[in-house]
């Protein structure tokens, strides 16, 4: 069987602000926007290259505990490929991510940075010679 990465998905307090602060930070497109049965708002979005990122609330009845944008255990953060590594923290940092670690990098590999976006997502930007 052949397999294939098909989606991330995100949980928000607020997915609608959630979901707009990715199309400005990382030109998200919204593909499908509803109210599922479970009574949670459902908004899946598209990156430029065609990964889909779903952003989800609660759904009916559903407690949920606060976000860990620390390093820790399970799926700790999502990597995204930017051009200018400098330009793009201070982009980010104006759409209020907090800048966590970095920018570090070897000699002729990649420079990293970790942010902390909304929600408490972690994300490592990559500038890849």
Known sequence: MAYSFHHVHLKAPDPGKT??????AFNFKVINDSVRAQGNR?????????ITV?????????SLDD??????????????????????????????AKLVE???????????AFIIAPDDTRIELLQVP
């Not at 979901?19 to 400005?24: G, M, R």
């Not at 970095?102 to 990293?112: D, E, K, L, Q, V």
């Open 42 to 50: 459902f908004i899946s979005c598209q990156t430029e290259d065609g």
């Open 19 to 24: 979901a707009d602060w990715y199309i400005k």
């Open 102 to 112: 970095g920018p570090t990098g070897a000699p002729g590999g990649p420079t990293i």
């Open 54 to 62: 779903n952003i989800s609330g609660a759904r009916d009845g559903e």
């Open 67 to 96: 976000g860990n944008g620390d390093v820790h255990w399970g799926l700790e953060h999502f990597g995204i490929a930017v051009d200018d590594m400098t330009a793009e923290i201070a982009r980010l940092e104006g759409l209020g």
